[in-house]
């Protein structure tokens, strides 16, 4: 059985990410606390809320250089919506901010033009290739989605998934055991939690 902390730091759907991974057989808690983290086989970074506030309640806590730690290590690690967006470089959102550099790119307002934004509901995903995240998901199964920004990866070899709404968007990256989804995989049925199961499994 895998060991997954999802890092709490205020900003996210925690207790709902929370049972998901455990319905697909792991062992999950929410917690803070870097010392109990550090047991885990597995990190989850979830994310609600805007990019310059996720990133200073990180680092207030310590908790940016613990993933970046993990990451180093090469802990498996799956960012969740905003959790996906601090994977990377910069956010040009409100004031804009720095992100844990883990991905190269930045991200930005999604491009809808005449379409309601923030993004709300579901999409299907078109997979642009093979990766350990979508084992067993067929193309264009839809996901649920609530987001105003998007990620645009530097490395085009980092792209796993893409969805549309007005612009077509980048919604699942993985470079090595670094993943990222935009959507809300606790919230995407059966989809969702076979994506989930995908992760504890990466993280036996």
């Not at 057989?25 to 086989?41: H, L, M, Y």
């Not at 806590?61 to 959790?83: H, K, M, S, T, Y």
């Not at 994977?87 to 809808?112: C, I, P, Q, Y």
């Not at 993943?179 to 990466?202: C, D, T, Y």
Request: proline share 4%.
């Amino acid at each position: 059985m895998s060991r997954i902390a999802i890092l709490n730091y205020g900003m996210g759907n925690l207790r709902s990410v929370e049972k998901a991974l455990q319905r697909t057989g792991a062992e999950a808690r929410v917690t803070s606390d870097v010392a109990e983290a550090q047991r885990a086989d597995g990190i989850v970074l979830p994310g609600v809320g805007a990019f310059p506030k996720a990133m200073g309640r990180l680092r207030e806590l310590g908790l940016d250089e613990f993933v970046l730690q993990c990451a180093a290590e090469g802990r498996p690690l799956l960012g969740i919506c905003l959790g996906m967006q601090l994977l990377f470089e910069s956010s040009t959102e409100r004031e804009g901010a720095e992100g844990l550099g883990l991905l190269s790119g930045e991200v930005t307002g999604l491009r809808a033009p005449g379409l309601t934004v923030p993004h709300i509901g579901w999409e299907p995903v078109r997979w642009e290739r093979e990766s350990r995240c979508r084992s067993g998901l067929n193309d264009e199964v839809p996901f649920y989605f609530v987001h105003s920004f998007a990620v645009h990866p530097a490395d085009e070899e980092d792209v796993v998934g893409t969805a549309q709404w007005g612009e077509r968007f980048v919604c699942v990256v993985e470079r090595g055991r670094i993943a990222g989804v935009q959507f809300h995989p606790e919230k995407s049925s059966a989809a969702g939690m076979r994506l989930l199961a995908n992760f504890a499994e990466a993280c036996a």
